[in-house]
């Protein structure tokens, strides 16, 4: 099974070089710190920076470097800074190569509940909504389930929606999938993961390959 930092590190493979990313808030903050040094990859936060660096070493904060989720962060050489109205207008521009989100609920089909549960406080939309309807690649980082042991991958999200049939990928504590027109395709498993344990995590329909891989880290 994965933690938060081995979700991150799993979605870093998935990051090419040349690529524009936009990382969300929570574990996709985490990517970052594990994208190879020998290509060159732009970082995009929404509140209008581009060319984010890695998380900063304790004591060595600036908090006027902020990403979305108001976390300090730091930045590469050559890294700029603007406006929101120019950072949407790259997100709604399709500008932006990778998405990587969190998510509370992905449905079968590719819908993303991200941003709201009824009677709690969250720290609501950002440029959720912006990013779920311009981006051609979006990967979710996610817990495969809630902290009362229910799936959060489901036939159908219960949650208020973020966006309708976006997501292409997910990487879980568990397992990577990909959405397609038949549900969740099974692409790998976490160490030590098998696949029963998968499917008895997986409200929606799985669909299962003759062979699993587990994943390499």
Not at 15 to 22: F, I
Not at 137 to 147: L, P, Q, R, S, W
């Amino acid at each position: 099974m994965l933690d938060k930092n081995g979700i991150a590190k799993r979605i870093a493979r998935e990051v090419k070089d040349g690529y524009y990313v936009n990382l969300g808030i929570g574990i996709p903050t985490l990517v970052a710190n594990f994208v190879r040094s020998d290509i060159s990859v732009e970082f995009q936060s929404e509140n209008g920076v581009l060319g984010m660096g890695p998380f900063p070493y304790e004591g060595e904060e600036d908090p006027d470097i902020i990403n979305a989720g108001k976390q300090t962060i730091t930045t590469l050489p050559g890294a700029s800074f603007f406006d929101s109205a120019t950072s949407f207008g790259m997100i709604r521009g399709q500008h932006v190569d990778l998405t990587i989100l969190g998510a509370m609920e992905v449905s079968e089909n590719g819908d993303i509940a991200n941003w709201k549960i009824p009677g709690k406080m969250v720290k609501g939309m950002g440029g959720a909504m912006d990013l779920v309807a311009s981006a051609e690649n979006i990967i979710v980082a996610m817990m495969h389930t809630n902290k009362a042991g229910k799936s959060k991958l489901l036939k159908r999200c219960t949650l208020p929606l973020t966006g309708v049939g976006c997501v292409k990928k997910i990487v879980s504590n568990l397992a990577v999938l990909e959405i397609t027109d038949e549900g969740f395709k099974l692409l790998e498993r976490a160490p030590g993961i098998s696949v029963e344990a998968i499917k008895e995590a997986t409200e929606g329909k799985l669909i299962v390959p003759d062979e699993v891989p587990e994943m390499e880290i």
